[in-house]
């Protein structure tokens, strides 16, 4: 769960957290000093700046440690773990390149997208690895040149990893799964498709077919078994603008019962609710918006509106589209512990 953020409450308290197992917030405002990196309570308040710095923040899933990408930019290559409490700090080998990081649920490991390239420096693939948090040891699972991974989804149990691919430079990804300790060959899992987000079942954004050589630019929410059989098409969401994609997935909200999301396109990202046993699909009112974390009971989630700048908000809503106060305002890169809890300080 990533996204982005800032804090509501001017200048920054310092917070007093526990020291494991924290259910915290973590963001990265969006003006001042670059890599500067914000923990704070469930409600956004009493945060406090980390000594280390780094781009594109992820708090763990038990709250303890943050993933970053070590600066001047987000393409350095190396990850850096931060310990929420202490701001001890692990910078490990030159793998990672890009803006994705996804912690398994374990919160031992961290999945990061790699990159080839030519001599004269141009790109010629985008791969997977997966970190260690503990050692900073790194392990290549999709080697990265000819290839083009972009999306990842961590199995609940840590031992698999759901991930989008496809020739460097095709329109359209499949979706394959991989053993998370490079133990087995990538396994197909359905073809046109993204995004893949893994709960009961594991909900992508599929592709609808096109012309050949055409790209695919149309997209419902599909789920599919982890072993690849009975794909099912949830929505069917329909739209005249060819500046509008469709729905995709990016968490499932506890219980299983609801998929959270949004319609995508050119500078479209609207807020849906996605019933996972009937396919109804109910917008929820936010446009530009990113799903930055659900709270356990299913009932609460967390979301950031605006993409970028001081227009940034960051709020509460509940699972029906009620939505609260803005906690934080004009931040980035919004995450949040998995025991998170809307109220409590």
Do not use: K
């Not at 996204?3 to 509501?8: D, E, S």
């Not at 630019?217 to 690849?228: A, D, E, L, N």
């Not at 046993?277 to 009112?285: E, K, M």
Request: proline residues 8%; hydrophobic residues 40%; contains cysteine.
């Amino acid at each position: 769960m990533g996204a982005r953020m800032r804090l509501a409450t001017g200048a920054l308290a310092v917070a007093v957290l526990p020291a494991t197992g924290a259910a915290v917030m973590v963001h990265q405002p969006d003006a001042g000093p670059p890599g500067r990196i914000v923990v704070s309570r469930d409600d956004g308040t009493g945060g406090r700046t980390l000594a280390a710095r780094g781009a594109i923040p992820v708090v763990s899933p038990d709250g303890t440690r943050v993933a970053a990408l070590t600066l001047p930019g987000a393409y350095a290559g190396r990850v850096r773990l931060i310990d929420v409490t202490g701001g001890r700090a692990r910078t490990t080998s030159r793998v990672c390149r890009g803006g994705l990081l996804a912690w398994s649920p374990d919160s031992t490991r961290v999945a990061c997208i790699t990159e080839s390239a030519a001599a004269d420096g141009t790109v010629t693939g985008n791969g997977l690895a997966v970190v260690e948090a503990a050692t900073g040891r790194s392990r290549v699972l999709v080697r990265a040149p000819g290839r083009e991974v972009g999306s990842v989804g961590w199995a609940p149990d840590g031992r698999r990893i759901a991930y989008s691919d496809s020739r460097f430079g095709a329109v359209t990804p499949d979706v394959f799964v991989i053993a998370a300790d490079g133990g087995s060959r990538p396994r197909l899992l359905i073809r046109r498709a993204d995004r893949p987000v893994w709960g009961p079942r594991i909900a992508v954004a599929r592709y609808s077919p096109r012309p050949a050589g055409a790209p695919a630019t149309r997209t419902q929410v599909w789920t599919v078994g982890p072993g690849g059989g009975g794909a099912r098409q949830l929505t069917s969401f329909r739209t005249t603008s060819p500046l509008v994609t469709g729905p995709s997935p990016a968490l499932w909200v506890p219980g299983g019962r609801f998929i959270l999301g949004a319609i995508g396109g050119t500078d479209t990202s609207d807020l849906v609710r996605v019933d996972a046993r009937s396919g109804a699909l109910v917008r929820l009112g936010p446009t530009q918006a990113t799903v930055d974390g659900v709270s356990p009971d299913g009932r609460t989630l967390l979301f950031t509106t605006g993409f970028t700048g001081p227009g940034l908000r960051t709020r509460t809503m509940t699972i029906a589209g009620r939505e609260g106060p803005a906690l934080l305002r004009g931040a980035a890169f919004v995450s949040v512990s998995r025991d998170w809890t809307p109220g409590r300080r």
